[in-house]
């Protein structure tokens, strides 16, 4: 199977999770599964403006991204976390190589349509997935930051979890998995839902119950079963150790959305 898994969030600061991911995805290639990483690290961009003097402003869950703010993220998430995640699953015994979505041309983006408030937020125009081909036929993980290459030769900021959805369209995926800060979406009553159908989506954020940071997301998921991904799950971080389960066990954990 194919799985694509995205991780961002503050579970990029515990080491102890990072641990607990890396050998996560050792396990799941050493299944015979194949496995791409992409990952966001938002918290670490904010925190390194803010020791920079500068704050971090979002609009529906996306940053505003002018040009000094693109070069922090570019430096951070293309750098500092990528080769931290390499390290990790090197260590965890399994060959991964780091790389953004500039590299290779894998990811192609351009500036978001209709929104020159977002300065250097993009959005994927074309994936070339025969690179991660390569690499997976050499038993590699990808790790991918979410880092796109405009055709005017400008880096863009991407969100992660529209960059895990492309590429796991692009790759033909059984799943896509985005582990997150939270338990799961949860419903007006503050439970967690365990099956949600893509229909209810916008009435749910008409209503406010979904808000900030899982709107991105959500329209992810969407997007994804949309393009012929087989599977979308949320998934807490902490419960990274299901996944080489995936497919044969039931996961009482997250949020499944299904179309």
Known sequence: MR??????????????????????????????HQVAVIHGGGSAVSRTLKELGRESQFINGLRVTDSATRDVALMVLAGQLNKSLVAAIGAAGRS?????????????????????????????????????????????????????????????????????????????????????????????????IRWLHVNLIRDMVQGAVISGGMLPKLEACTLALKRGVHRVRILPAESVDVLPGFFTHPIEYGTEVIA
């Not at 515990?14 to 607990?20: I, M, N």
């Open 96 to 192: 991964a190589i780091g790389l953004c979505g500039g590299d290779l041309g894998l990811f192609r983006a351009s500036r978001i349509h209709g929104h020159p408030e977002l300065g250097f937020v993009g959005e994927i125009t074309s994936v070339e997935p025969r690179w991660l081909e390569m690499l997976w036929q050499h038993d590699i993980v990808p790790v991918l930051s979410s880092i796109a290459l405009g055709n005017d030769g400008e880096y863009y900021n991407i969100n992660a979890d529209h960059m895990a959805s492309a590429c796991a369209a692009a790759c033909n995926a059984h799943a896509l998995v985005f582990l997150t800060d939270v338990p799961g979406v949860k419903g007006a009553d503050g439970a967690v």
């Open 3 to 32: 799985f694509v898994i995205k991780l961002g969030g503050r579970a990029l600061d515990s080491k102890e999770l990072v641990h607990k991911f890396a050998q996560t995805i050792a396990d799941i290639a050493q299944g015979g």
